[in-house]
């Protein structure tokens, strides 16, 4: 990070509470299950909308505050781990462009969202950190692309890091 970016990082950019923002999801999280009587793939359908109903809210956010837009597919790579650390305090710790497959990869092995978290059997399949699938997936719309995100690997499923797909269609 440049000084311009460690100025505006430490001084401009307002911060979240970590627990503040897991108590929230959390809660979120127990009213969907509560709401869709524990049926895990209709809590995923919510989580998601949930998901892109903050995408615009988070979109402006960012704009007023960063500027940077992703002009093709590829580059919502940068973009979207940039928007990622402002709004969430933490880049992703893997972020790669799969040219092959045209897909965008993001993981993290510490994730903001689901950190010490861990799912019982009752539940098992719920995407916990679904919601950042849906606020990619309509930031993208947002902007004029077509593609999908998807959470395929959750550490609250017992996997080593959170990994979502973004799929250009």
């Known amino acids: 990070m440049g000084v311009k970016g460690w100025i505006g990082w430490r001084f401009k950019m307002q911060k ?3 627990n503040a923002f897991q108590a929230l ?3 979120i999280i127990d009213y969907v299950l509560k709401d869709v009587e524990g049926d895990v793939k209709a809590a995923n359908d919510k989580l998601f909308q949930i998901g892109t109903s903050m995408a615009e809210t988070l979109l402006f956010e960012y704009s007023d505050s960063i500027g940077e837009h992703a002009t093709t597919f590829d580059g919502f790579l940068k973009t979207f781990n940039l928007a990622t650390r402002v709004m969430m305090g933490k880049a992703f710790d893997e972020a790669y462009w ?3 497959d045209r897909k965008i990869v993001y993981a993290y092995k510490d994730c903001p969202i689901c950190e ?3 799912i019982s059997e009752e539940y098992k399949g719920l995407k916990y950190c ?5 606020v990619f997936h309509h930031v993208l ?3 004029g692309f077509s593609g999908e995100c998807e959470e395929v690997k959750c550490k609250t499923w017992g996997d080593e890091m959170c990994v979502w ?4 269609r």
Do not use: P, Y
């Open 16 to 18: 979240t509470s970590l």
């Open 25 to 27: 999801v959390a809660a």
């Open 98 to 100: 799969h040219s092959g």
């Open 116 to 118: 010490g978290v861990k």
């Open 130 to 134: 679904h919601i950042m699938s849906g």
């Open 141 to 143: 719309a947002l902007r």
């Open 165 to 168: 797909e973004l799929r250009e």
